[in-house]
């Protein structure tokens, strides 16, 4: 069977960008999976912690994920659900895989990258300086590593952005197995990355980058407790461009491209279908008509949600009984791992 695992940072509640790009890939493969599929999704809040957090917002949105997640569709009965921070196999294993992975590589990282180029503005110098970053914002990708081969998971559904992490987990596997594992057998299994066709949903403010929570133009991204207005006045005031007609184009309009994937997403259709059927109508109608997809995409988890984040008690215990099943499956692989590298 697969091993399927995921992991979502509690930073806020998810946008349409997660949702296509990757949560809802999470439920197409809970409906479809077979009795020897594993399932395991986590709520990553080491991860969170890379960036400044609020400590009180932290627990909040820790508690709002999982009601999301829930809201959705994910079934705690079905896959195992939990709290990265309540399983102390991921920051063992990540420490043993530090330990055999090169800082050039992790520096090589676009993520790394991008934060060295935002400290670099803030601060207004063009010198390379990486003295002031956190050890955690370079060691994140290792973490993400870990997560995933704690379970010797084989499929990892996540959006583009996650490629070259993805990339990173299938090296530092190659590289536990070559030089740990008797025999060169293949210990952890080289996960492979799963994505939706919309796996890079773009900013509806400027169309040139991805959607993203730490955007500060909230106008930027819907979010998944947004009301029908506010969907609709977001998806009204969406960059587009001044060609006229509508065409599936994502590198001259990407503005008008990033509309037509999000309204194929909801319809399950592939955009240059949906761009022929409005060939001859406006953006307007074209807008109107993602706002509709998207309020019928998110009516259904916001009354869940809205239902399910005050029941803390059960959210508790959700969590709970998926802290010990995750528990139980990565204490089995880091009992082969203790063993092959010598710390037993
Ligand atoms: P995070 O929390 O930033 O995002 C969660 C998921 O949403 C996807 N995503 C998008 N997909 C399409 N378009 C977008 N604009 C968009 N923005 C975000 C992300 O690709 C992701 O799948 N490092 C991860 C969390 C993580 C993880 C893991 C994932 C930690 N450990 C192990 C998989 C396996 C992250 O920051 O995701």
Request: net charge neutral.
């Amino acid at each position: 069977g697969r091993i399927i695992f995921s992991g979502i940072q509690p930073t806020g509640i998810p946008h349409l960008g997660n949702y296509l790009g990757a949560l809802s890939n999470w439920v197409q493969l809970q409906k479809e999976a077979n009795v020897n599929d594993k399932l395991i999704f986590s709520i990553v809040g080491w991860h969170a912690l890379t960036l400044p957090q609020n400590p009180n917002e932290l627990s909040q949105s820790r508690w709002e994920m999982l009601a999301t997640l829930l809201a959705i569709g994910i079934d705690p009965k079905r896959s195992v659900m939990f709290h990265q921070d309540d399983n102390q196999c991921h920051t063992e294993l990540a420490w043993i895989l530090n330990c055999i992975t090169p800082v050039g590589k992790l520096r090589r990282m676009t993520t790394w990258k991008a934060r060295l180029a935002d400290s670099r503005n803030a601060n207004s110098t063009s010198e390379i300086d990486e003295s002031m970053l956190n050890a955690g914002l370079l060691i994140y990708p290792v973490l993400q590593a870990a997560d995933i081969l704690a379970y010797r998971a084989t499929h990892v559904p996540v959006g583009e952005d996650q490629t070259q992490h993805l990339e990173l987990s299938r090296d530092i596997a190659q590289s536990f197995n070559r030089t740990f594992v008797p025999g060169k057998k293949r210990f952890f299994p080289l996960p492979t990355q799963l994505s939706t066709p919309s796996k890079r949903v773009l900013s509806l403010r400027d169309p040139t980058s991805k959607m993203s929570k730490s955007s500060p133009d909230v106008q930027s991204r819907i979010i998944l407790t947004d009301s029908a207005s506010q969907i609709s006045s977001k998806i009204r005031s969406a960059v587009t461009d001044s060609i006229k007609g509508i065409s599936y184009d994502p590198v001259q309009r990407p503005g008008v491209s990033n509309l037509l994937t999000i309204l194929a997403a909801c319809l399950q259709k592939e955009p240059e279908e949906v761009a022929s059927a409005y060939a001859s109508k406006s953006t307007g109608e074209l807008k109107s008509d993602v706002a509709d997809a998207v309020e019928a995409l998110f009516n259904g988890p916001r009354a869940e949600f809205e239902r399910l984040r005050s029941e803390k008690a059960y959210l508790v215990q959700v969590a709970k009984d998926g802290a010990e099943r995750a528990k139980e499956l990565s204490e089995e692989t880091m009992m082969s791992v203790r063993s092959m590298i010598g710390l037993h």
